[in-house]
């Protein structure tokens, strides 16, 4: 009974310290990597409606995809304790915020660009929200499977197989890496008959998709695209605005060639709605924003402290995964 009593005791006030440790986080400094990249301005604009209803004041960067600009806002920042959200341009660089955070006892959550397990793993106040780019081009691949195996006319050009058109994000990004790995794989093990007839890496960007797909219609002509993949909705939306100009993808469904990305951003869903766009994969920022405002928030370090406060698990290496969820005409699932 004494026994029981003394743990209970002990129990509680390890429990209190622990939640002691942290004042309220009421300052939060956020570093975006690039807020032209459509996906995360939108991020942007979630986190900060979250932080608005966390009552966090949060100050915001623009490294505008140059890490060197990133490094020296992180370095010319006021010493004020804020807590560092940090979508990093060179995700290599995360060693060094880790080393800033730990001196200065900040907090630190990454979010969208992934630090190593190393890295995270070297600081008990690290965080990353992100999401699995595994799931997303596995989602992708049923979408597009889906819509080969009820759409036999798409192989316009007759050749016993599909032509695609595969718009990469950003080189050396992991994302572009997993998600296309993934799509393929599927593709591959469901037997599909398909050729890549052209793929670059087009840097998550609206205008690059653009002008890639335009050099490849006015090069090659539009026979050889029957299907567009792209990492991200950016990408495919420029690329449709190039089939507009041959006629495609604009309501008349006899001339559609299928695009699929992955984001769900609102231009996607309105050309989805329009009958322009097929399927895409919701890479959902408003879950996001609030994991990540949800882990600055948190008075205690303790995993399941935090857990239990943001209702999403965290991984031994302090990773929080938020779940995609797959969109096409027929709505989400
Ligand atoms: C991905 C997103 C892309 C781009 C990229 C930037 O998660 O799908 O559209 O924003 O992040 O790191």
Redesign the pocket.
Known sequence: MRFTHIFTLSVLSATMMANAVLAKQTEADVYY?DLS????ANLANCIKAESLRKGIKVKEFNAAGDQLTQSTQMEEDPKTGATLLVNLVDPAQADQVVEKAKKNSQRVIFF??EPSSTVLESYDDAWYVG?DPVQAGDYQAELVIDYIRTHPEIDRNKDGKISIVFLK?EKN?Q?TASRTQAVIRELEQNKIAYEITFESYTN?SFNQGYDYMAAQLTQKGIDKTELLIGN?D?LILGAIQALADYGYNQGNPQKVIPAFG??AIPEALTAITAGNMSGTVL?DASAMAKAILGIAAAESKDPEEIEKSIGYFISDDHRVLIPYIKVSHRGTK
Do not use: P
Request: proline share 0%; glycine share 6%.
């Open positions: 990597y990249d459509q996906f995360v969208n660009r999401a994000g990004h994302e998550w991200n950016s992955i984001d890479n």
